[in-house]
C-alpha cells in the first residue's frame, strides 16, 4: 500500500505564490512517475505537471513558465512550486504516483488552493 499526503495549499492574492509539497509513504519500491493534478468546482481533474524517475517534466500550458515541478527521492516527497497565481488556478490540488510496469495511479487526499482576484 502506498500513502500520498499533500501539504502547502491555502488562500493567497493574485500573483502570489505557493509550494505544495507531497510526501510519499508505504510501498513505495517501483514508483516512477509522480505528478500534480486539479480539479475546479464543475471541471475534470486534469494534469497539471509531471515528473519521471529520471526528472523529466512536463507541463500543461496554462501554467508554464509560473509553475514547477521537483521531486527529492531520498525524502520520498514532490514538490509543484506555484509562481504568478491566478484565480483561475483556483481548484483542489492532488498528488499521484505511478509504480514502473503496473496499472493504477495511487491519490493524495487533495489539498485546497484558492486565489483571490
Known amino acids: 500500500q502506498v500513502q500520498l499526503a499533500e501539504s502547502g495549499g491555502g488562500l493567497v492574492q493574485a500573483g502570489g505564490s505557493l509550494r505544495l509539497s507531497c510526501v510519499v509513504s508505504?510501498?513505495?519500491?517501483?514508483?516512477?512517475?509522480m505528478g500534480w493534478h486539479r480539479q475546479a468546482p464543475g471541471k475534470q481533474r486534469e494534469l497539471v505537471a509531471g515528473?519521471?524517475?529520471?526528472?523529466?517534466?512536463n507541463y500543461v500550458d496554462s501554467v508554464k513558465g509560473r509553475f514547477t515541478i521537483s521531486r527529492d527521492n531520498a525524502k520520498n516527497t514532490v514538490y509543484l512550486q506555484m509562481n504568478s497565481l491566478k484565480p483561475e488556478d483556483t481548484a483542489v490540488y492532488y498528488c499521484?504516483?505511478?509504480?514502473?510496469?503496473?496499472?493504477?495511479?495511487?491519490w493524495g487526499q487533495g489539498t485546497q488552493v484558492t486565489v483571490s482576484s
Open positions: 499521484s504516483a505511478d509504480r514502473r510496469n503496473r496499472p493504477g495511479r495511487y
Open positions: 508505504g510501498n513505495i519500491f517501483g514508483i516512477d512517475a
Open positions: 515528473i519521471t524517475s529520471g526528472e523529466n517534466t
